[in-house]
C-alpha cells in the first residue's frame, strides 16, 4: 500500500511539474510575440483620472488574440490595471505562485488572455500596478449557495416547462426572448472582434440577458408550483448579480479616489461591462474621472 502511495505522489509530482513547465514555455512564447514600438503619446489639457473599461474573453477565439489586447492596453498605457480577480488570487498570480490553474490550463486546448497580457504588460512596463476589484466574498457566496450547480438546474426546469408548453403565453414570451438573447450572444462570442465586445450595442444586448436571467426568470420560478423546491434560492440569485457588480464597481471607485490623474485599465468579462459603466458614470463628477471610450 506504501508503495502505491509513493508511486501515486509521484506520478502527480511529475504531471504537475510538467503542466507547470508548459504552461511557462507556453507564457514565454506570448511574450516573444510581443514587438516593441513606439506609443502614439496623445496631449490633453484633462488631468482628470481617465477609466477604460475593457470588456474581454478570458480566453482566445478565432478573432480574439492575446496579442490583440496586448496592443490595445499597450496603447492605452495605463500606469494602474484593475484585475477582475479577489486579492488573494491576484497575488498568487503576480507572485506566479497559481500552481493549480498553471496545471489545469496547460493541459487545456485554450488560451488565457487577461493572465499572459498582464503580466507581460506590467514586465515591460515597471511602473504600472495591478491591483483587484472583484467582490472579496465571491467565492464564497457561490461555494455557500451551490450558485452554478442549483441556478443551472433553476433555469433549464423553466426552459423545460416552457418546451413542454406549460408556462402561460407571457411567460413562454419571456423565455424565447431569453432564448434568442442567448443565441444573439453565442454568435457575438463566437465571431466577436475586441470591437465588438466592447461597444454599446453588445452592452443593450447583455443588459436584457441579465435582467431576464437574474429578474424575469426567477419571478416565473415564484409563479410556478412546480418550481416550488427553488423558492428558497431564488432571493439568493436574484441578488447575486446586483451585490457582486455593485461591490466591484465600489472597489474600482476606492482605487480611483486613491490615485487621481492617473489612467486606469479595468479589465472585465465583457458581461460586466454594461453594469460597471453604468454604475461608475453616476460618480464621474464627484470623483473628478472620465470613462474613455476605446
Request: one cysteine or more.
Amino acid at each position: 500500500m506504501t508503495k502505491v502511495l509513493i508511486a501515486l505522489l509521484l506520478i502527480l509530482s511529475t504531471i504537475s511539474i510538467v503542466g507547470i513547465i508548459k504552461y511557462n514555455i507556453e507564457l514565454n512564447t506570448f511574450k516573444k510575440e510581443i514587438i516593441e514600438r513606439p506609443k502614439s503619446k496623445t496631449s490633453s489639457k484633462d488631468n482628470r483620472t481617465k477609466v477604460h473599461i475593457v470588456g474581454t474573453m478570458h480566453f482566445e477565439t478565432d478573432k480574439i488574440k492575446r496579442l490583440d489586447f496586448y496592443n490595445l492596453i499597450d496603447n492605452i498605457s495605463p500606469s494602474i490595471i484593475l484585475y477582475e480577480s479577489d486579492s488573494v488570487t491576484l497575488k498568487r498570480i503576480l507572485k506566479k505562485r497559481d500552481y493549480f490553474f498553471r496545471v489545469m490550463r496547460a493541459f487545456q486546448n485554450k488560451k488565457e488572455i487577461e493572465k499572459p497580457v498582464t503580466l507581460t504588460y506590467i514586465e515591460n512596463n515597471l511602473n504600472c500596478v495591478v491591483l483587484p476589484y472583484e467582490w472579496e466574498l465571491r467565492d464564497k457566496y457561490h461555494r455557500k449557495h451551490k450558485l452554478r450547480k442549483r441556478s443551472k438546474k433553476m433555469i433549464n426546469a423553466v426552459i423545460k416547462l416552457n418546451s413542454e408548453n406549460l408556462l402561460t403565453n407571457e411567460q413562454s414570451t419571456i423565455i424565447n426572448r431569453f432564448l434568442e438573447l442567448n443565441r444573439e450572444l453565442m454568435k457575438i462570442e463566437q465571431d466577436a472582434t475586441i470591437a465588438d465586445i466592447n461597444n454599446s450595442t453588445t452592452d443593450s444586448i447583455l443588459k436584457q440577458r441579465q435582467y431576464y436571467i437574474y429578474t424575469k426568470i426567477p419571478e416565473i420560478v415564484t409563479d410556478r408550483k412546480e418550481l416550488s423546491k427553488y423558492l428558497d434560492f431564488v432571493a439568493i440569485y436574484m441578488n447575486y448579480w446586483d451585490i457582486r457588480n455593485k461591490a466591484m464597481a465600489q472597489n474600482i471607485l476606492k482605487q480611483i479616489k486613491l490615485n487621481p490623474n492617473k489612467v486606469i485599465v479595468v479589465l472585465n468579462g465583457f458581461y460586466h461591462r454594461y453594469y460597471l459603466i453604468d454604475e461608475l458614470k453616476k460618480y464621474e463628477n464627484e470623483y473628478e474621472f472620465t470613462i474613455k471610450d476605446l
